[in-house]
């Protein structure tokens, strides 16, 4: 079975190692026929994550690295899975050599937002939703840590890449497009229900799940603060930012 696309309702343009330190984490639910897999990279603190269907043995990959191609291919066959597409909220494949080879070796399409269609190795469509075996995605386009980020909505969780990592990836360590990024959080991903779970790209300071509730009032760039307030904040030398975004995380945390 292949993805279903839903261009019925407007959405954005997208197409189709060594594991040293690496972990993963269960989540196995079988009362509703659905596998989920956290896998962290304990070196460079990168998330990718695995969407099954028990009744079909359709899947996703969110986020794959290049470099754990091997492993996941050993879980693909332990589970007997069919891989159905690899979701990316961003890429920085210009500054990692090999990387988009790599993934091909999966035999997936690579389902991203396309900024520019020369690539050949892109299809664009139009779809604010994917499907595969039973289960719905919601694709929301969230530019801002680079201009073709997007997040995936899965049930109650949104995996959303660095988006809300501004100074954490070590590939953009600021924000591509800091007015757009405002934009996607506060008014695509705060918007959400509290409860929603927040999955990322990056651990922060170990931490690899958060809500909406949480980060809509405490996060350390976005919460307590105005636009203005951030752009300013964004264009500081990083230093001085760094040590502005530390102060108001420690205030945070002693937050009743």
């Known amino acids: 079975m292949h993805f279903h696309y839903s261009p019925d309702v407007a959405g954005s343009a997208i197409d189709e190692s060594s594991y040293r330190a690496f972990s993963t984490i269960d989540n196995c639910d079988l009362t509703c026929g659905m596998y989920f897999r956290i896998l962290h990279d304990e070196t460079s603190g990168a998330m990718s994550y695995l969407l099954a269907d028990l009744d079909t043995r359709d899947c996703v ?6 470099s754990d191609v091997p492993l996941l291919k050993a879980m693909l066959q332990e589970h007997q899975l069919h891989l159905c597409g690899l979701l990316r909220t961003h890429e920085h494949d210009a500054l990692l050599p090999g990387e988009s080879a790599a993934l091909d070796a999966l035999g997936a399409k690579r389902i991203q937002r396309v900024i520019s269609v020369d690539a050949s190795d892109k299809i664009a469509c139009e779809t604010s939703a994917l499907m595969f075996g039973n289960e719905l995605l919601r694709v929301i386009p969230t530019p801002g840590h680079t201009a073709g980020c997007v997040s995936y ?14 100074d954490a990836c070590p590939h953009q360590p600021r924000p591509e497009l800091p007015e757009a990024l ?6 695509h991903v705060f918007t959400l229900p509290g409860e929603t779970l927040l999955f990322y790209g990056h651990a922060k300071q170990g931490r690899v799940v958060s809500n909406v509730l949480e980060q809509r009032h405490w996060h350390p760039w976005f919460g307590n603060t105005t636009r203005d307030e951030f ?15 530390m102060r108001e995380a420690t205030l945070s945390n002693h937050t009743p």
Do not use: H, I, K, Y
């Open 61 to 66: 990959l969110l986020d794959p690295r290049g």
């Open 153 to 166: 909505l899965w049930r109650d969780r949104l995996f959303c890449g660095d988006m809300l990592s501004v």
């Open 182 to 187: 405002w934009d996607s959080a506060t008014r």
């Open 231 to 245: 752009l300013a904040r964004v264009r500081l030398p990083r230093t001085e930012a760094n040590a502005s975004s």
